[in-house]
């Protein structure tokens, strides 16, 4: 049974970091394309960034966010630098195998002084 479990959500002061981490059982990560969406309130739920299985990523949006996985452990992370209130928003982990959307439950991010 394929299970994404993601947790790190706060509350966070704009201007601080956050690291998100997405726990992935039930498949085999290591050939799996991984990606992390954001859904802010009232918007549809957004592709931030992916990582390929050899660890490579991709950016919807760069400068502030790094992707990165940990194969041996099946865990994806997200590090979000210089949080701002735009960051705000539900955080998910993803990715699709055989034209099948896995997602987590979602950690929620509130980025607020």
């Known amino acids: 049974q394929v299970q994404l479990h993601e947790s790190g959500g706060k509350l966070v002061q704009p201007g601080g970091a956050l690291t998100l981490s997405c726990a992935a059982s039930?498949?085999?990560?290591?050939?799996?394309?991984m990606d992390w969406y954001r859904q802010a309130p009232g918007k549809q739920r957004a592709l931030i960034a992916s990582?390929?299985?050899?660890?490579i990523p991709s950016y919807k949006y760069s400068g502030r966010f790094t992707i990165s996985r940990n194969n041996e452990e099946n865990i994806l992370y997200l590090r979000v630098d210089n949080l701002q209130p735009e960051d705000t928003g539900v955080y998910y982990c993803?990715?699709?195998?055989?034209?099948?959307?896995?997602w987590g439950q979602g950690t929620q991010v509130t980025v607020s002084s």
């Open positions: 039930g498949f085999d990560f290591r050939l799996v394309t």
């Open positions: 990582v390929l299985p050899n660890h």
């Open positions: 993803h990715f699709v195998r055989d034209s099948v959307d896995y």
